[in-house]
């Protein structure tokens, strides 16, 4: 099933992001190669795909498991979680309609 993973950073977050990116990337990356990432990416601060120093304020990943319970692991697993980038995380079964 396809679960929403859905995260909330912390104000000023654009350092914590750089400093973990490839790791973060990486785990997008071995989910992408299994078939099973279906979208990823972050919420610019500013309307704009370029934000510069205004960073971003959280992201968006869409991905499949094999159960909520796995999909909330892997989210809690990722070092924007372990560094203090995200504020919040909020995992939700996702159907996709269109």
Do not use: C
């Amino acid at each position: 099933m396809l679960y929403a993973i859905i995260t909330e950073d912390v104000p000023n977050s654009l350092p914590l992001r750089l400093k973990d990116r490839p790791e973060h990337r990486g785990r997008l990356q071995d989910l992408s190669d299994a078939g099973r990432l279906l979208t990823a990416g972050p919420f610019p601060a500013v309307d704009s795909n370029d934000p510069g120093e205004a960073g971003f304020t959280g992201s968006l990943i869409v991905a499949e498991f094999p159960s909520l319970e796995d999909a909330q692991a892997w989210a809690n697993d990722d070092p924007y979680v372990a560094n203090g980038t995200y504020a919040k995380v909020s995992v939700k079964p996702y159907f996709k309609a269109f």
